[in-house]
């Protein structure tokens, strides 16, 4: 996430991230997106509920999660082919409410990933599907 906010559409930062703006709270993004990734048989790894983990150090934060998620079948061989990839698998999405009350959700676009890591295919396309499918 950078310190800009995102406009009223998608787009993609410098640095690679796509901001998808939400119609939905955090907690309803983050939990239509997991139904979706789970009835496409990936495995969630963890939901990270940040301004509740802010909240047990006398913090406060606007609601925001972190969802980890993927498919070891799919990521083993893209590991074992592009190692470097593993700093970046599994899969993330960030479900954030901004300071004005919009919900966005921001992940590492396909595009970052394979120019990053020197890909010869784009092989997160259908999981962007899924993340555009969970704002809506």
């Known amino acids: 996430m950078t310190n800009l906010e995102p406009e009223n559409n998608a787009h993609m930062s410098r640095s690679g991230i796509t901001d998808l703006p939400c119609n939905h709270s955090?907690?309803?993004?983050?939990?239509?997106?997991?139904?979706?990734?789970?009835?496409?048989?990936?495995?969630?790894?963890?939901?990270?509920?940040?301004?509740?983990?802010a909240e047990t150090v006398g913090l406060t934060m606007r609601p925001m999660v972190l969802l980890i998620f993927g498919d070891p079948k799919a990521g083993t061989p893209l590991m074992n082919r592009y190692p470097s990839i593993a700093i970046d698998l599994p899969l993330k999405a960030l479900i954030w409410e901004a300071a004005e009350g919009k919900v966005w959700l921001s992940y590492n676009s396909p595009e970052f990933l394979q120019h990053r890591h020197g890909l010869d295919t784009r092989p997160f396309e259908a999981i962007e599907n899924l993340l555009k499918a969970s704002v809506q």
Request: aromatic content about 4%.
């Open 26 to 53: 955090v907690a309803e993004t983050v939990d239509r997106l997991e139904s979706l990734l789970k009835a496409k048989g990936l495995k969630i790894f963890s939901r990270i509920n940040q301004a509740m983990e």
